[in-house]
């Protein structure tokens, strides 16, 4: 008999949690005063710092990049950085660029407190192209978050000189997965809204976006303002696959 009356008991009490119409079990009534318990954890905002890599412009560090646009042949990009000098009185590194037979020496300020490149400028043999200020790439910045920049490009090799003036605003849309050759990868989606006045006087609109992979830092895909795509087939950083 004490056993049964324990079992009632239990089940009594496991149901008094739940509201009973019939009036054998009674709830405790909620306190009007008192508040359910509200989260103050935020929504982590996306970043896309998360697609900078600084390892890519240490001394040493090389990485090759083999891309294709829309049906032309695939094209194999090899980078690696030679030196750390200074280029027109500021500090830099000295990145080669290896394309088919042709040899660019870039030449890029690396800011890793602010997670952003800037492209100082370019030689090709005799010819040389540099930018005032820096051609910025900024990584710290949110989701839905832009920067503006007005950059000039003076092609020193041309007599005169030659100056082509972009206004450039750039904005973050967010992390997004795509899938290319080369893989599945999560990246980082800038939109570039440009307008670029050539050394003629022509003004142009130009409306770009690109895809940097998380971690790894580097291009996965780009279109251009005709709308082709570019996609990478292949690629690795330091002899590993990315």
Not at 27 to 33: I, S, V
Not at 34 to 62: H, I, M, Q, R
Request: with cysteine; hydrophobic share 30%; proline share 3%.
């Amino acid at each position: 008999m004490k056993r049964n009356v324990l079992l009632v008991v239990i089940s009594a009490a496991v149901i008094s949690g739940c509201d009973g119409d019939d009036g054998i079990f009674f709830t405790k009534k909620k306190d009007p005063a008192v508040k359910p318990a509200v989260s103050t954890t935020a929504a982590a905002v996306e970043n896309a710092s998360t697609c900078f890599n600084d390892k890519l412009y240490k001394v040493g560090s090389g990485y090759n990049l083999t891309t294709q646009k829309g049906t032309e042949p695939a094209e194999t990009q090899h980078y690696k950085v030679l030196e750390d000098a200074r280029y027109r009185g500021q500090p830099a590194i000295h990145q080669r660029l290896s394309k088919s037979t042709k040899l660019t020496d870039r030449y890029l300020f690396i800011n890793t407190g602010e997670k952003s490149v800037s492209l100082l400028g370019e030689k090709v043999l005799k010819d040389e192209s540099y930018y005032a200020p820096g051609y910025l790439v900024k990584f710290n910045v949110k989701k839905g978050g832009s920067y503006s920049q007005t950059v000039t490009m003076t092609e020193e090799s041309s007599k005169p000189a030659r100056e082509t003036v972009s206004n450039i605003k750039t904005t973050f849309k967010g992390i997004e997965t795509i899938t290319v050759p080369a893989g599945t990868y999560k990246t980082c989606r800038f939109e570039l809204n440009s307008s670029v006045t050539k050394p003629d006087g022509l003004t142009k609109k130009l409306n770009s976006s690109v895809w940097y992979a998380v971690k790894h830092g580097v291009k996965v895909q780009s279109k251009d303002n005709a709308g082709s795509i570019t996609k990478l087939i292949k690629g690795d950083i330091n002899g590993t696959k990315i």
